[in-house]
């Protein structure tokens, strides 16, 4: 079995596949943060950056997505084991009053196929809700929103985390369509990214 049978399964959404072989690799000895590296990460950047380009779209990604996701859950108890540690991890949800929440799942896909511990926090949050989940510890707070009358809540959770004493240990970033860098800005955030594949390289960039 090589990485690379593995990688093209992630590309076309093959979650079983994915599973049996990632199972099978295992078996055979090799290291779970190897399949991950090898395995599991290349063909969600590949996909990012696919997207990125308008080359697939949102249904693809989300079956690769759901295929990573299928090896991931059989690699999750291996890396424990073994102590691989995440590159970070990163608390992430919708704003308050907002419940699209396609675009988050993308994003909070590529991040864990990219190798960060993600904390989802689902639809709808609260500021207070979002800083109740960063004081488990995070490095990355990432808050999505999609109504130009819910995306005032992101300038209100960063005050909350200021008010909690948790602003300067915490990296905000923000998207969804009706954000801009301008508003990033504005807001204080400290990074904006416009899709998904951009969310795992500003993530990085922040924390690595
Ligand atoms: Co609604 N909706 N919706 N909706 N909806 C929009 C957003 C809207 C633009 C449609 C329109 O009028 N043309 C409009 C907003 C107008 C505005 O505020 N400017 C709108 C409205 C008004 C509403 C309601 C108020 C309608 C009503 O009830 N009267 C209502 C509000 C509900 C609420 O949230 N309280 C509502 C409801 C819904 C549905 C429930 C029916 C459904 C959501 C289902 C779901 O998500 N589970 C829905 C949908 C599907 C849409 C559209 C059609 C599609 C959104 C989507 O999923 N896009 C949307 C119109 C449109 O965009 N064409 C619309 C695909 C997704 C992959 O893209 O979410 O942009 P996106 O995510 C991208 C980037 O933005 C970025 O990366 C993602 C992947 O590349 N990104 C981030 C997102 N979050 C990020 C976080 C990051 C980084 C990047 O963190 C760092």
Redo the contacts with the bound molecule.
């Keep these: 079995m090589e990485f690379d049978e593995i990688q093209q399964a992630v590309l076309r959404g093959d979650a079983a596949f994915v599973a049996e072989n990632v199972e099978l690799l295992l078996n055979q000895g090799i290291a779970a943060g190897e399949i991950l590296n090898l395995g599991l990460v290349p063909p969600m950047v590949e996909i990012g950056n696919l997207?990125e380009k308008g080359e697939v779209y949102?249904p693809e990604m989300l079956i690769a997505a759901h295929a990573m996701k299928a090896g991931m859950q059989v690699l999750r108890p291996e890396l424990v084991k073994a102590g691989v540690e995440p590159l970070g991890r990163i608390v992430?949800g919708t704003v308050q009053?907002?419940?699209?929440?396609?675009?988050?799942n993308?994003?909070a896909m590529l991040l864990e196929g990219a190798g960060f511990e993600i904390v989802d926090l689902g639809v709808d949050n609260s500021p207070e809700q979002f800083v109740e989940a960063v004081k488990g510890g995070a490095q990355i707070i990432?808050?999505?929103g999609?109504?130009?009358?819910?995306i005032p809540s992101m300038p209100r959770t960063i005050q909350a985390l200021k008010d909690a004493g948790l602003r300067e240990q915490i990296k905000v970033?923000?998207?969804?369509?009706?954000v801009t860098q301008a508003f990033a800005d504005e807001i204080d955030a400290d990074?904006?990214?416009?899709?998904?594949a951009?969310?795992v390289r500003?993530a990085k960039s922040l924390i690595i």
Excluded: F, N, Q, R
Aim: aromatic fraction near 6%; avoid cysteine.
């Design positions: 997207y949102v992430i009053g907002d419940i699209h929440d396609i675009g988050k993308l994003v990432a808050m999505s999609m109504l130009t009358t819910t970033i923000v998207g969804g369509a009706p990074g904006y990214a416009p899709d998904a951009s969310a500003l």
